[in-house]
């Protein structure tokens, strides 16, 4: 197993502010079981450099950072049946790209 941490990166819009709030409640608890530490939740990107993927600084997207303990245990979650119905409503609720990149042992 590695040692390095592992990071989701989203970029993310509500599509719908229901199920989005219903989301943003149940998701951290399960998120938290996995290991997992919001670092920014819902930020609004400064753009530095290029469009962020053709998006303007205004479209309304945000930037979440979950960090993990390791690429395995961020996979485990993502797919795990405890993630799976608040996955299913995060796809009705938002418009989202998402990665996952591991990080470097420390």
Not at 4 to 27: H, M, N, S, T, W
Not at 91 to 98: E, G, L, P, S, Y
Request: hydrophobic content about 40%; overall charge negative.
């Amino acid at each position: 197993m590695s040692t390095a941490p592992a990071y989701f990166i989203l970029i993310r819009k509500v599509l719908d502010p229901e199920p989005a709030q219903r989301y943003l409640e149940g998701a951290g608890p399960v998120t938290q079981e996995y290991g997992g530490e919001y670092l920014a939740r819902g930020a609004t990107p400064t753009i530095l450099e290029g469009d962020l993927m053709g998006l303007g600084a205004d479209d309304g997207y945000a930037v979440v950072i979950v960090r993990f303990p390791s690429a395995e245990r961020a996979q485990e979650f993502y797919h795990s049946d405890a993630y799976r119905p608040w996955r299913d409503i995060a796809q009705q609720a938002f418009h989202r790209q998402m990665i996952m990149v591991e990080g470097i042992a420390g």
